[in-house]
């Protein structure tokens, strides 16, 4: 929003003028931009996957298949919207359009530049979650709203798969705020260009919210909510046309969104060479960012299997949110403790005098991320321990590992 | 009263609480009203910013809306048959709409100082000696009187949002401030989540 009403001023708009344009502008672009995005991601991801299978994924539309999503659309645009009988129309109609709205409404405060923000609320981080937390909403009026048996599980697993992974995303979301000691996005970008990136204090803290960032998008291997085997599509199975490209859209935008927000909040956000000489430098180096973190979470989609159920809530609540609560009481301890570096100096000195603290931080952290894990296994060995046990007296004559799977 | 664009946005959330709230308790269906809560919810909310009080308004739509409502329609979707009844849930409705209108009224008066004093004199009882109009704008006199805002008028919108968080962070957390009830509440809350777990534990004696 600055950025452009600047630009504006410098080409002569008086300065009134240029604000209120710069407003109505960034908001068009702002959510133009993110809306058409996932027409890119889709196949970003196509390909991704593509390879990840071995197979070559869209090549036919365009060069290297880029244009492939373009019809797609076309074709879904076309389509009927077909209302099945009994379904409630005005919640089966709102839901998508809510879902839509609860992801774009989050980009008003990813920065993406030095200036360059939609707005920079002073309680963006918080903003931030509570605005994600609408698709709850999206989800259990879809769910309900379609009158189908498995749209309806569906929408009852989103509530305690969303709900849940909120805890251990809000405690890591916590932690560049107290680091920062503010909640505006800019300035948590701002105080990762003072100093480290947040990551290098804390990157247990940056996988847990990337992991549980995947658990609200509700993609693989967290996909309960749609999981194909056991519920058809989940709380989406009605719908058709434009208003499930909707959910599609929605989805896909906030997976990439993960990338952007972990970026902000880790990775220094728009930060890098030269980014205050030339503010635009900045969505280069967001995006960049971004799409590695994309990269990460398309790699887990597509490597792992699905979870079950037990086992999801299982591991978000006696993995993600015990360590996230503990991680974030040892990095405030932490935080207080370490003598605070000089941070008068230049770029190459704040970095050599934060060196110790962050490197401290940094081992913490990462030690209780190995140990945690470490838990972890071993918790699952003991109990594919008792499951083969159980097996092996079950079927004596079997090899345990041929018999038949059992809980 | 001058038409700005901060009284549309008002109208439009008073509208958004005042019609959702009314939905709440006219609508047949369970499921909408709880529906209509969130939307009611969502008007508070806005009436929040307006009121350049963002750490609350975000709050409202995390706890009230995401935590709070979907818990109603979680009881409502689980209830047996409390879905879809097209006849009055019960006959108490005069009793409840007397509780709300008394609320509503002892609501009104505690706030109407804060609001306009002119017009509730005119509509209390004018300047009569002992009226309710006299005894409000006495209310009125007692409230303290920020010397600084009637000077500097429109504040800038940022330095109030930093001003806002901090003073509630430290306002919860200093001993002059509300130190001891945050501290009760959030062991009145540990206990609450305690007792849940151990009620709904199944028997494993």
Partial sequence: MYYVSELLKDAGLSDGLANTLGIYISVILLATVFLLLPIFTIWVERKVAARFQNRVGPNRVGPFGLLQSIPDVVKLLGKELIFPRNVDRIPYMVSPVLMVMSVVMTVAVAPLGPNIIGTDLSIGALYFVAISSLATIGVVMAGWGSNNKYALLGAFRTVAQLISYEIPLVFTLLIPVMLAGTMSMQKIVDFQGDNYWVFFYAPAAFFIFVLSNLGEV?????????????????????????AFAMFYLAEFLHAFLIGVFAAT????GWQGPFVQDVPALGILYLTAKAFFIYFLTMWVRLTLPRFRIDQMMAFNWKFLVPVSIV??????????????????GNFIERLWYGAPRMLVMFVVSALLLGYSLRMLRNAILRVREETTAKLREAYPTAHPTTAPAGD | MEITWQTIAFAAFAVMTLGGGLMVVL??????????LMLSLFGTSGLFVLLVAPFLAAVQVLVYIGAIAILVLFAIMLTRRMMGLEETQNTQWPAAAAVALVLFLILFVTVSPLVDEQWFKDILGGDKKDGLGQRISTLNADLPVDPDAKDSGVVANEDLNI????????ALVTRDGFVL????????LTAALIGAIVVAREDEA
């Fill in chain 2, 163 to 170: 001003v806002t968080v901090e003073a509630i962070g430290e």
């Fill in chain 1, 265 to 268: 909040l880790f990775m220094g």
């Fill in chain 2, 181 to 188: 009830p945050f501290e009760l509440a959030s062991i009145l």
């Fill in chain 2, 27 to 36: 609508s047949r269906n369970l499921w909408h009203s709880a529906l209509f």
């Fill in chain 1, 218 to 242: 509700g993609r693989s291997p967290f996909d309960l909510i749609e999981a194909e085997s056991e519920l058809v599509a989940g709380f989406m199975i009605e719908y058709s046309g434009m």
């Fill in chain 1, 327 to 344: 991680h974030l009481l040892i990095t405030g301890f932490f935080w207080k403790v370490l003598p605070e570096p000089d941070v008068t």
